[in-house]
């Protein structure tokens, strides 16, 4: 039997993968949590958590005392500052503080690689940098204390629990959909049930340490995941396409991303009444030329949005994420559909009661 203690138990993925891993006869699954509060809805499914702050020594090496893996969803929001010096201790007493066997697996991102820009950059994202400088840590913390540590970077975490996926069904049931591109490019979509088979290969020693993006290859396309979705709800997956332009390649994208600066600052006045009543204040003090430029081009703007609401005739327009590029793809990974067809990977219909 194998023990995995589950650090960041009570976040939305880490919930979701606990109650997936304690349907698996071969493990036993520890949740750690804060407090008590923060376990209710683990302990109100039967799991028996532990309580306390890993960050700490002490409570740590209570914590991860009997640990075989030490899974680390983990994840502080606060001021960048503390939160980097917690995150160091975390990491580091996942390792200094469990058995000498134990391994550790830490969850990572996709969103490390940057997002792409017109003007052919890649940016990244305060999320991203963090999980990025949490790698390097888990890194030099695993082989400071001869342990091996295994990343997962995980891309839009799709579950029963998972906020996107709910996203996707309310959308679908909601009626047509016209998608971005036609959905026709990667979604980089993880799902709960991959993630808990990754762990499984991880404690079967099928996975070697190091970095590994927990997507498939080859992925499931915007397109198909919308309709994957549709069907798990009994819902008709009713996409509207439209024909797709050719890339402009990136000079093309950068001047397009320039000219379109107006038309974005006035749909972001337009999403915002503070901000829209703040920038009207603000126009209202430039010169008399400008000042009419600059509401003609909101005014356009404005308009062109009611004609296209009008025109779709009720169509959502769905704008979905650029995709990040996979470079370390985890290789055996099963079909996300196939793996949820067995009970194993499906969350328990009925509550089992609350556990101490």
């Known amino acids: 039997m194998t023990k995995v203690v589950v650090l960041g138990a009570n976040g939305q993925v880490g919930a979701e993968v606990c109650l997936l891993l304690e349907k698996h006869a071969d493990v036993t699954v520890i949740p750690v949590c ?101 790698e390097e840590v888990a890194r030099r913390e695993g082989a400071r204390a001869g342990k091996p540590v295994t990343i997962f970077r995980l891309g839009h975490v799709c579950g029963d629990l998972q906020a996107i996926t709910a996203r996707i069904r309310s959308e679908v049931e909601s009626g047509p959909l016209e998608l971005r591109q036609n959905g026709d490019y990667p979604s980089n979509t993880t799902y709960t049930a991959t993630l808990v088979e990754a ?59 320039l000219g379109g600066i107006p038309r974005r600052a006035a749909g972001v006045a337009r999403s915002s009444v503070r901000l829209r009543d703040l920038t009207r204040t603000l126009v209202s003090r430039l010169p008399g030329t400008q000042n009419r430029r ?35 793809a985890l290789d055996g990974l099963s079909d996300p559909a196939e793996l949820r067809r067995d009970p194993r990977y499906q969350l328990p219909e009925e509550p089992a009661g609350f556990r101490d």
């Open 34 to 134: 804060r407090n008590p509060g923060s376990s209710s809805f683990l302990r109100y499914h039967g799991l028996a958590c532990r309580h306390g702050i890993p960050a700490d020594p002490e409570q740590a090496r209570e914590l991860l005392a009997d640990a075989d893996v030490v899974l680390n969803f983990a994840f502080v929001r606060g001021l960048p500052s503390a939160t980097r010096r917690v995150h160091e201790d975390l990491i580091a007493n996942s390792f200094r503080c469990s058995p000498a066997d134990a391994r550790v697996i830490f969850i990572s991102t996709l969103s490390v690689y940057g997002f792409p820009t017109a003007l052919g950059f890649r940016r990244n994202t305060a999320y991203g940098r963090e999980k990025l400088f949490c």
């Open 199 to 257: 762990v499984q290969l991880v404690i079967a020693e099928r996975v070697a340490p190091g970095t590994h993006d927990l997507v498939r290859t080859p992925e499931r396309s915007w397109r198909e995941v919308y309709a994957y979705e549709a069907d798990q709800v009994g819902a008709a997956f009713r996409q509207v396409e439209r024909a797709v332009s050719a890339s402009p390649g990136p000079f093309g994208r950068a001047v397009a991303w």
């Open 294 to 328: 600059l509401n003609a081009i909101y005014n356009r703007s404005r308009a062109r949005a009611e004609i296209a609401a009008l025109t779709r005739s009720g169509v959502a327009f769905v704008r979905l994420a650029d995709p990040w590029p996979i470079r370390r």
